[in-house]
C-alpha cells in the first residue's frame, strides 16, 4: 500500500499528557499537511511542509502543538499538556506541489482519532 | 467569514434523483477546487477536480464561476451508495480549505 499512512488510529489520553502522532505520506509527495476535524465540521487547517521546511502554520495553532519532517519524509505532530477540546480526528495529507504550477490534490491518511478524558 | 461555505444539508433524495450541491469562497486568489467525498468516520477522499470550463466525470459534473466566486456538484441518477458527506474544497497554490461538507442521505 503505498498511500498516506498515520498512526496510531486511536489514542485515549488524560488531560495534562502530551500526545505524539506520525504521518508517512505518499514517497514522491514533497508537501506534507496537518489538519484537524471535529463532528459535523469539515476539515480545519493546522500547517503543512514543503520537504523539511514548515512553511505556514495556523493562528490556531496554539504552543502546545509542534509538528516536525525533520528529513522531508514522515512527520510528527506533538500536542502537550493536552485539553478535553483537543479531542478530535487528526488528518495528514500529501500531495505533489510545484512552483506556481496549480496545486495537485490532498491525499489524506486515515487519521488519528484522539480522545482526551 | 469561512474560506469555504456549503449547506449542511442534509439532503434526502430518493434513488435515481438529480441532486446539486453549491459552495462559496470568499478567497478570489483561489485557483484550487476540488470536491471531496467523506463517509462516517472515515478520511475524506478526491471525488473530482474542478475545472474552470466545468467537467464530467460517469454521474459526477462539476463546475466552477469565478464571477460569482461559487462551485458546484451534480451527481445524476443517485445511487444508494452515493450516501456521504461531500466537502467542497479551496485552495491556493499551496494551501486547502474545506467547507463544512453537506451530507447526502439516498433512500430506496
Known amino acids: 500500500d503505498t498511500g498516506v499512512s498515520q498512526d496510531p488510529r486511536h489514542k485515549i489520553t488524560k488531560r495534562g499528557q502530551n500526545v505524539t502522532f506520525r504521518c508517512d505520506p505518499i514517497s514522491e509527495h514533497n508537501r506534507l499537511y496537518w489538519y484537524r476535524q471535529t463532528l459535523g465540521q469539515g476539515p480545519e487547517f493546522l500547517t503543512y511542509f514543503q520537504n523539511e521546511a514548515q512553511l505556514e502554520k495556523s493562528r490556531l495553532l496554539s504552543d502546545r502543538f509542534s509538528a516536525e519532517r525533520p528529513k522531508g519524509s514522515f512527520s510528527t505532530l506533538e500536542i502537550q499538556r493536552t485539553e478535553q477540546g483537543d479531542s478530535a480526528m487528526y488528518l495528514c495529507?500529501?500531495?505533489?506541489?510545484?512552483?506556481?504550477?496549480?496545486?495537485?490534490?490532498?491525499?489524506f491518511g486515515n487519521g488519528t482519532r484522539l480522545t482526551v478524558t | 467569514r469561512k474560506e469555504v461555505e456549503q449547506d449542511p444539508g442534509p439532503f434526502n433524495v430518493p434513488e435515481g434523483a438529480t441532486v446539486a450541491f453549491n459552495c462559496t469562497y470568499s478567497n478570489s486568489a483561489s485557483q484550487s477546487f476540488f470536491w471531496y467525498r467523506q463517509d462516517c468516520r472515515k478520511e475524506p477522499k478526491l471525488l473530482m477536480s474542478v475545472y474552470s470550463s466545468g467537467n464530467e466525470d460517469g454521474r459526477f459534473t462539476a463546475q466552477l464561476n469565478r464571477a460569482s466566486q461559487y462551485i458546484s456538484l451534480l451527481i445524476r441518477d443517485s445511487k444508494l451508495s452515493d450516501s456521504a458527506t461531500y466537502l467542497c474544497v479551496g485552495g491556493t497554490l499551496n494551501k486547502f480549505y474545506f467547507g463544512s461538507g453537506t451530507k447526502l442521505n439516498v433512500k430506496p
Open positions: 495529507a500529501s500531495s505533489l506541489g510545484r512552483p506556481y504550477r496549480v496545486a495537485s490534490p490532498l491525499h
